[in-house]
């Protein structure tokens, strides 16, 4: 059973920076992709970034490339989402997600629907 725990939300004002941390089990870090979305209120599920844990490959939101780095720990089974130069437009619940026998040699993907297990989420808040 697949099982994707987020952490590291919090209040930050513009400029500052988190790091969201994304607990994986049930999930091969060979063949497997890693993502991070986000929602905010009224406004539909948006990607932010992707890993390809096999391959090493990583893929941006052209809103987040340059300020957000998504890494992860292979020895803990976790992905990271280090996340610098926060402005209240990044304001949103982060999502997880994860997907499995994906190739090693391929660029993530960024679609929701590529996703096929999710965590709960953790929120995220940035002040003007």
């Known amino acids: 059973q697949v099982q994707l725990v987020e952490s590291g939300g919090g209040s930050v004002q513009a400029g500052g920076s988190l790091r969201l941390s994304c607990t994986a089990s049930?999930?091969?870090?060979?063949?497997?992709?890693m993502g991070w979305f986000r929602q905010a209120p009224g406004k539909e599920r948006e990607r932010v970034a992707a890993?390809?844990?096999?391959?090493?490959?990583?893929a941006y939101a052209d809103s987040v490339r340059g300020r957000f780095t998504i890494s992860q720990d292979n020895a803990k089974n976790i992905a990271y989402l280090q996340m610098n130069s926060l402005t209240p437009e990044d304001t949103a619940m982060y999502y997880c997600?994860?997907?499995?026998?994906?190739?090693?040699?391929?660029?993530?993907?960024?679609?929701?629907?590529?996703?096929?297990?999710w965590g709960q989420g953790t929120q995220v808040t940035v002040s003007a």
């Open positions: 890993l390809n844990r096999g391959g090493g490959f990583t």
């Open positions: 049930g999930v091969t870090s060979s063949n497997s992709c």
């Open positions: 997600a994860a997907t499995s026998y994906y190739s090693r040699y391929l660029v993530p993907p960024l679609q929701r629907t590529d996703y096929r297990y």
